[in-house]
């Protein structure tokens, strides 16, 4: 082998064992939030049940993208005065390098987790008192400030 990607010496570096446990932690923890939706749809009126659980899914999307873009760099990043930098602007570089002994992707998605749980726990408090779209704001704005530092 001339040259191995980085991608795979990265791989190398991890602890198999460490990263099928943050896996599977990943997956259990993502029903975390749709449960959420599903709480609050039995704190409302029976026609806004639906509404309820449809804040989480839109606060799953909206997280994603937002922590794909700018939110994971911001939270992770080297460091500035106050937020990160923008080394790792849209996953750049990310599956490149490990954190810890895990990949640092999964890390990134397992933070995800829990940026969506708590702008989950927070959208229920808009439930049955405005409309579902202007949230989305809100789970943007707020959900960059939510990532766990270092």
């Known amino acids: 082998m001339a040259s191995e990607s980085p991608v795979l010496k990265a791989w190398e ?5 460490d990263t ?7 997956v259990f923890c993502w029903t975390i939030v749709p449960t959420v939706g599903i709480a609050y749809g039995g704190y409302t009126w ?14 799953i999307a909206t997280c994603s993208i937002q922590w794909f873009i700018v939110g994971y760099t911001l939270a992770y990043g080297e460091g500035g005065w106050f937020f990160g930098d923008f080394k790792h602007f849209l996953h750049w570089g990310v ?3 490990p954190v810890g002994t895990i990949p640092a992707i999964l890390f990134s ?10 702008c989950a726990i927070a ?3 808009f439930c049955e008192r405005g409309r579902l779209w202007p949230v989305v704001f809100f789970i ?5 400030d939510v990532g766990c530092g270092p």
């Open 46 to 59: 029976k026609r806004n049940g639906m509404t309820a659980a449809m804040a989480s899914v839109l606060t």
């Open 123 to 125: 959208v229920g408090g």
């Open 140 to 144: 943007a704005v707020g959900g960059s």
């Open 95 to 97: 599956l490149s390098e």
């Open 20 to 26: 099928l446990f943050i896996l599977v932690c990943t």
């Open 109 to 118: 998605e397992f933070q995800l987790v829990f940026e969506a749980t708590v």
């Open 13 to 17: 570096e991890c602890d198999k064992t």
